[in-house]
């Protein structure tokens, strides 16, 4: 009995390990959204400057949208963003969520750096983040005409991304009715 | 090894050499820790003296190996030669020369660089300096800080070369990102890694002693003083951390419970339960098994803290070199290390003589409930910084766990402990009597009383927890004070000569929890307190705020070494007042800083930030922010009182057992 419990270090570190392990393995880029095919969680963000504006989940439908989770602390949405600023320059409709700061360091990084959304909203605590299972920043969010999360991508938006898989995805669902 | 031509961006020969030597001296380091590990371990089995000086003399050699590869890299960094990867990407001329040297380890590779270096020097330490350890354990000791080692240096030569070259070698480095171009960076990851590192000298004894099968208060006096070589830069660490991202980030807060804070933060619990528990091994030979468990553990705890900011398992302030081939490494070594030494105990401790016997009401008894607290703390801080992997695996999206979880979880346990903080000092080891005990914290119960009276009374029944929180800090401070004070007027000798006899063990203790005390004062007067305002000014405009009456007099750009700066002046009149700030914001050849300007004050600091411009002013937020200082000040005297500890001779490295130590181990042999 004795003896037991002298094992029970081990064999708590053994499940952490697994889980750990198991943490890693799985590719994070093919995280499925448990929200796929269906609307985002309702949520209301807060302006990113006093008397500004936010932006609410209802105001997400009418036409494909990418919702991408930024923070001025993240390093590579700092790499993502010149892609985000070239697919603002073509049009592409993109909406903010500033995540875990201050929306004054939101604010004050959109400001250096350029703004390629069309809203942006704050998210300082993380609560909203939590509904819509954000895992980290940056991370995407494809929704369709009817506001319907449509896919999820977690981490940054190269080039390549935009080109293989994220621009046919907006372009299938711009030809959506 | 340098030439400084024009511009130095062009290099000679020479340069070109360093980054090889550097690359060759690690390899050498990597072949030593073999030749430590395997000489070191056998050398104790066989009882062979040749093999374990050999051991010695290769622990020796690699610390000072890895210290030169260091150097190499230091010196590519100092002499801007770009040809090397690393320098060419976190360093530029225009940079400081203090900057670009911090750029060492301001890298991922150089960071693990670091992380070696730390660990041959310890190696080392225990190698020069352990010469009255029975000479098997030294031998072991050493042995296992080898293997411990060579995991480190293979992930370094295999997995992060930091050596690596470019062709052709750029004219001119990026930048290193400048929210760690600061005094802070400076100082704070490497006593963090001091820290971290330093707690694998407790691992190491705690395997060795399994090995040897033998755990003793000989072995206790030994372990502690490394134990508190690693927990005083620990504390400095963190403290700088959170002073530096209190000054840095921009954001008026101190503690953001971000992975890589709670990263150190969980060692930081263990160790200081690690630190009381070998206290009743060395002094009752009591809790042997336990305190071997804690020291395995709490290293392995600093592990995952490098593991954490390595793999990009989670999402933080501080992720940078994300890379999950590296997490899977540094995971597998994790998994080899205290995978290893969990087996060994569970083999070994429970052959392990028990210790003494006590009573539940004794010092030995406040210490296990210490332990437990502390080690409950740590599990939760655990559960929350690695809830989002685990909710994950049960099927459910990733999530993170924000401030809230924290302060509801984790109080409930705190305060308990903190109320038992004030107790423990005042108990007799093996047995005490619950009603003298309570007599001896009259004092500070009376004033913690008295604080709690007054702080009621003046801010009424809604400020309860504000009150409760100054009274909590009351009882710390006052109980800290009673423990020489107990000593210093129940005493026969003359106050002055009690004074000068107190041994610096006593008044160590003291000090650490005094530290606490203002600890806890501050965190309740900025959580109870704190009020904020954000407000667009224009120049000539002025605020009111907390009692201050706060104007902008001017906005003007300024030049820096490397920056730009945008300076607001403010004018600020009222409490603590009349006296101007200067909040900047810089911007670098690629991002920018905000330099928040802070009046700090033992009341209360102003802290000031200057955002964007708009409509012709800027964007103002302002913070109250009462006795936050101590905070700060609080980490300090902690680390201050384990300082003091550390000079108790009782404690000093290498000192021989004095006869009338207290200890009823067997006397060590001395080796050679």
Known sequence: MKRLLFLAPIAVFVVVLVGFMAGLQRDPSILPSMLIGKPLPAFALAPMRPGGQGFTSAELVGQPVMVNVFASWCTVCKEEHPVLMALREQGVNIVGLDWREDADAGARWLAANGDPYAKTGNDASGRIGIDMGVSGAPETFVLDKRGRVRYRQVGEITPQVWSQTLGPLMARLRAES | MRSDSAGGATEGFYDSMTAEIGQFALILAFLLAAVQAGAGLWGARRGEPVLMALG???????????????????????????????????????????????????????????????????????????????????????????????????????????????????????????????????????????????????????????????????????????????????????????????CELGWGGWWFWDPVENASLMPWLLGTALLHSALV?????????????????????????????????????????????????????????????LALYAWRAPSLRAGALFASVSREGAIILNNLFLSVLCFTVFAGTFAPVFIELTGKDKISVGPPY?????????????????????????????????????????????????????????????????????????????????????????????????????????????????????????????????????????TTFAGRTIALQSVALADGPNYQARQARFAITGAGGPYTLVAERRAYATSQTTEAAIHVSPLGNLYISGGDEADGGIVVRLWSQPFIMWIWVGGFVMAGGGLVSLSDRRLRLGAPVRAAAPAAGPVPAAAE
């Open chain 2, 56 to 246: 010695r003399a290769a622990a020796v050699l690699q610390g000072g190996f890895v210290a030169l590869a260091f150097a190499c890299l230091a010196i590519s960094y100092a002499v801007c030669d770009f040809s090397v990867a690393l320098v060419a990407a976190h360093s530029n001329s225009q940079q400081p020369l203090a900057y670009r040297i911090a750029a060492t380890w301001g890298s991922h590779e150089g960071s693990m660089l670091l992380w070696v270096l730390v660990l041959g020097i310890y190696s080392a330490g225990i190698a020069v300096f352990g010469r009255t350890l029975r000479e098997t354990l030294q031998a072991r000791v050493l042995g296992v800080q080898a293997l411990i080692a060579l995991g480190f240096l293979g992930f370094l030569i295999f997995t992060s070369n930091p050596f690596l070259r470019l062709s052709p070698a750029p004219l001119e480095g990026t930048e290193l990102n400048p929210l760690l171009q600061d005094p802070g960076l400076v100082t704070h990851p490497p006593l963090l890694y001091i820290g971290y590192v330093g707690f694998s000298a407790a691992f190491a004894f705690a395997a060795a002693a399994l090995l040897e099968g033998r755990v003793d208060a000989a072995w206790a006096r030994w372990v502690r003083p490394w134990v508190l070589a690693a927990w005083i830069p620990l504390t400095i660490g963190i403290t700088l951390g959170s002073l530096w991202a209190y």
């Open chain 2, 406 to 542: 924290y302060s509801w979880i984790f109080a409930p346990f705190a305060v308990p402990l903190l109320i038992l903080v004030v107790f423990g000092p005042m108990l007799n080891w093996k047995r005490d009597k619950l009603s003298t005990v309570l007599r001896r914290v009259r004092v500070p119960a009376a004033v913690a009383a008295a604080v709690l009276l007054l702080g009621l009374v003046s801010v009424g029944w809604k400020g309860v927890v504000a009150a409760a929180g100054l009274a909590l800090a009351a009882w710390l401070i006052a109980g800290a004070a009673a423990i020489p004070g107990r000593r210093w007027w129940a005493g026969r000798a003359s106050l002055g000569r009690s004074i000068r006899t107190t041994p610096p063990g006593i008044l160590g203790l003291s000090i650490a929890h005094l530290g606490l005390g203002l600890l806890v004062l501050g965190v309740t007067g900025v959580t109870a307190w704190q009020t904020d305002k954000v407000l667009n000014m224009q120049p000539g405009q002025s």
């Open chain 2, 281 to 341: 091994l060395e002094r009752r030979g009591a809790l042997a098994s336990w305190t071997i468990l804690l020291a395995i553990l709490t290293f392995s705890l600093s592990l995952v803290g490098t593991f954490l900011v390595r793999s990009g398992i989670l999402t933080s302030v501080h992720a940078f070199a994300v890379d999950p081939q590296r997490g899977i490494y540094i995971l597998g070594l994790i998994g080899v290390a205290t995978g290893a030494a």
